[in-house]
Nanobody, 116 residues
Framework: QVQLVESGGGLVQPGGSLRLSCAAS????????MGWYRQAPGKQRELVAT???????NYADSIKGRFTISRDGAKNTVYLQMNLLKPEDSAVYYC??????????WGQGTQVAVSS
């Protein structure tokens, strides 16, 4: 079994910053991709950013230039630095890990609220 523990969510004013962290543990065969998705009330879960094992990144158009994904391979941890936050970034952010067998694992989610 794989466990993903997220942290770093909270309430921030528009224009502010937050840094999300997700630490993976357990029976990790190999990490193919880690990333972040988000889901706002009444909306479908959507991709935010992913990073592959060799460092290739992929970002949603809506957050390009504002968010940066990174990872620490030794710690099996992925980060999401979120700058210039907007109210429309408010959502539950979920960490995702895809292993070498192409099996996806999800964290419990961390709430991000952007409001004045």
């Amino acid at each position: 079994q794989v466990q993903l523990v997220e942290s770093g969510g909270g309430l921030v004013q528009p224009g502010g910053s937050l840094r999300l962290s997700c630490a993976a543990s357990g029976n990790i065969f190999s990490i193919y991709t880690m990333g972040w998705y988000r889901q706002a009330p009444g909306k479908q879960r959507e991709l935010v950013a992913t990073i592959m094992s060799l460092g290739t990144t992929n970002y949603a158009d809506s957050i390009k230039g504002r968010f940066t994904i990174s990872r620490d391979g030794a710690k099996n941890t992925v980060y999401l630095q979120m700058n210039l936050l907007k109210p429309e970034d408010s959502a539950v952010y979920y960490c995702m890990l895809r292993n070498g067998y192409q099996t996806n694992y999800w964290g419990q989610g961390t709430q991000v609220a952007v409001s004045s």
